[in-house]
């Protein structure tokens, strides 16, 4: 389990699915700068920022290239990782070929997998949430091919060209690359992620998961002492998740 201290004073910013460049560049742009003047307003405060997956709505890195765009994004994260403040990404169901840039060009570590936080002696499991639990089942089909080294050797050999434009036209038009075809809340006994949390609980105490990719802010208790928060999105709700040493809450970006 990964231990982070929050010194006084501080904050722990939790973040996801932007799904910048949807459904194109120039219509995501305004999400962009609320998103990128979002975090330079938490530098002052922000012990640690985690971004939970889906930043793009489309992202592969070739060898020697990656998708045009994003200058302010990445340009705000490149600032806030030279100040000291710790930035983690989680990759989600869009961004699941990132392959070495965060981390030699920004210093973010990127994983792929779910982990295991301390926080301030307080307990988190977080990851993305796609394909997680006893349901998403069209999207661990599709995550199974887009995952599988000879697809993306073969994916490799297009033209950056020709491969960003049919990376951004699939992304955009699948409803099950995208997740929006259930973008709705199932109740408690359905929700998938929460099933999850609570077997996982079975297993060992956690006090608070906290996933992205349904795009549907949430907070849910699971019993007593744990909770489940859903992020939301950066699309219709444009909500995160603020630790402050003690206590989670889940809160919405103020225009």
């Not at 499991?125 to 073969?154: S, Y």
């Not at 050999?157 to 809340?185: E, T, Y």
Request: a neutral charge; zero cysteines.
């Amino acid at each position: 389990m990964k231990n982070l201290v929050v010194p006084e004073g501080k904050k722990v910013y939790f973040a996801s699915d932007n799904h910048l460049g949807a459904p194109t560049n120039e219509d995501s742009m305004p999400r962009e700068k609320k998103f990128v003047d979002w975090l330079d307003s938490i530098k002052q405060d922000a012990a640690a920022i985690f971004l939970m997956g889906d930043l793009f709505d489309f992202w592969f890195e070739y060898k020697t290239v990656v998708p045009k765009g994003f200058t302010r994004t990445l340009g705000k994260l490149a600032e806030l990782s030279d100040m000291g403040i710790q930035i983690t990404y989680f990759v989600g169901n869009h961004d699941l070929w990132m392959n070495g840039y965060f981390e030699e060009e920004l210093n973010i570590p990127v994983y792929h997998k779910p982990q295991q936080f301390l926080i301030n002696n307080t307990s988190f499991f977080i990851g993305h949430g796609d394909g997680l639990g006893p349901d998403d089942k069209g999207f661990k089909r599709m995550k199974k091919v887009f995952t599988n080294p000879f697809a993306k050797w073969l994916f490799r050999w297009l033209h950056p060209d020709l491969g960003v434009r049919l990376g951004k036209h699939l992304s955009v038009n699948n409803k099950i690359i995208s997740g929006d075809a259930d973008a709705k809340f199932l109740g408690e006994d359905k929700e998938w992620l929460v099933l999850y949390a609570k077997r996982k609980l079975e297993q060992q105490h956690y006090d608070h998961f906290i996933f992205g990719h349904r795009h549907l802010p949430m907070e849910i208790k699971l019993n007593e002492k744990s909770t489940y928060t859903n992020l939301g999105d950066w699309i219709s709700y444009f909500t995160y998740a603020v630790f402050d040493g003690e206590k989670l809450f889940l809160t919405k970006l103020q225009d």
